[in-house]
């Protein structure tokens, strides 16, 4: 089956400490998302990645981190930068061919930094 | 500054009944606009979608409205099931780079 992993479900960490999510996609896509959410609020954009090698900042890349060495691939690093980093944060792909807009998103990662 | 927003936090609605959920947008660059739902603990998935060339998308129970003039797109749910309830999550594209921007979600809750 092809989908979206993302672990693991729930991440305990101290302050102070970075910390990595994993998000892995077997849908062949091109095009990798980090969001996080927050009560009440939305999806906020993380960073994001059309194609392997390239990354961009979304609306709240501070304190966080990413790379894309692998098409499947798309790590992010919650830092000790990132002020607030309790969140449940969720990766997305997409074909990223501007035919179907349409993003497809794992289970989610719950960190809790305390 | 908020583009896409769901002005009803929460909304309840019986079974059977029609729930309508809203989504009002500022940007005029927006051209494809998309529905998710969201269980507690989960990611969002896919519901319905409309390009901005048409005014009405249907799928089974789900239709999406828009309103290019007004910048306001409603999701109509007919007839609503227990199953429904959960976040729903506009989202509104320019189609660069495909990114998304969401808009607070709209908390539905269909009771028996």
């Known amino acids: 089956d092809g989908g979206i992993t993302q672990s693991p479900k729930y991440l305990f960490r101290k302050e102070g400490q970075n910390v990595t999510l994993s998000c892995e996609q077997n849908l062949n896509h091109d095009a990798m998302y980090w969001y996080r959410q927050d009560p009440g609020q939305g999806l906020r954009l993380i960073y994001y990645s059309q194609i392997v090698n390239d990354f961009q900042k979304g609306d709240i890349a501070e304190g966080y981190s990413v790379s894309r060495e692998k098409k499947e691939s798309f790590p992010l690093t919650v830092t000790s930068a990132q002020k607030n980093p309790t969140a449940f944060y969720l990766c997305?792909?997409?074909?990223?061919?501007?035919?179907?807009?349409?993003?497809?998103f794992g289970p989610g990662t719950r960190l809790t930094v305390t | 500054d908020q583009q896409v927003k769901q002005n009803s936090p929460s909304l309840s609605v019986q079974e059977g009944r029609i729930s309508i959920l809203n989504c009002d947008y500022t940007n005029s660059m927006f051209d494809y606009f998309l529905w998710y739902k969201k269980y507690p603990a989960e990611g969002p998935t896919f519901l319905i979608s409309i390009s901005s060339i048409k005014d009405k998308n249907e799928d089974g129970r789900f239709t999406v409205f828009l309103n290019k003039s007004a910048k306001h797109l409603s999701l109509h749910i007919v007839p609503s099931q227990p199953g429904d309830s959960a976040v729903y999550f506009c989202?509104?594209?320019?189609?660069?780079?495909?990114?998304?921007?969401f808009g607070t979600g709209t908390r539905l809750q269909v009771t028996l």
């Open positions: 997305a792909s997409s074909t990223g061919d501007r035919v179907s807009y349409e993003q497809y």
């Open positions: 989202a509104a594209t320019t189609g660069t780079a495909s990114k998304l921007t």
